[in-house]
């Protein structure tokens, strides 16, 4: 059965820096398009970025310049590195493996000081 576990969530200031980990098993992962998603206290779960099988990346307007989204060499992790963090940045970041339709638990990441 096909697993993600997201990791790297925490509290940040303002302005600050975290990196966001998925992982699974690189036979799933690596044949997978990764997305990242969050989800606010309140608001429906917004598309954050995307990473095809090939590496292609895209991303949503709100994240652009800020957020980056990779691979490791493995293919046994997606990353989601998030700098120059805001307060409306703070949500739960779930990754989504679109070939099997399946979540992650999440991870909380809040942004305040």
């Known amino acids: 059965q096909v697993q993600l576990v997201e990791s790297g969530g925490g509290l940040v200031q303002p302005g600050g820096s975290l990196r966001l980990s998925c992982a699974a098993s690189?036979?799933?992962?690596?044949?997978?398009?990764i997305g990242w998603y969050r989800q606010a206290p309140g608001k429906l779960r917004e598309w954050v970025a995307t990473?095809?099988?090939?590496?292609?990346?895209n991303y949503a307007d709100s994240v652009k310049g800020r957020f980056t989204i990779s691979r490791d060499k493995a293919k046994t992790a997606v990353y989601l590195q998030m700098n120059s963090l805001k307060p409306e940045d703070t949500a739960v970041y779930y990754c989504?493996?679109?070939?099997?339709?399946?979540w992650g638990q999440g991870t909380q990441v809040t942004v305040s000081s």
């Open positions: 690189a036979t799933f992962l690596s044949r997978s398009d």
């Open positions: 989504k493996m679109f070939q099997y339709d399946v």
């Open positions: 990473i095809t099988s090939w590496g292609v990346t």
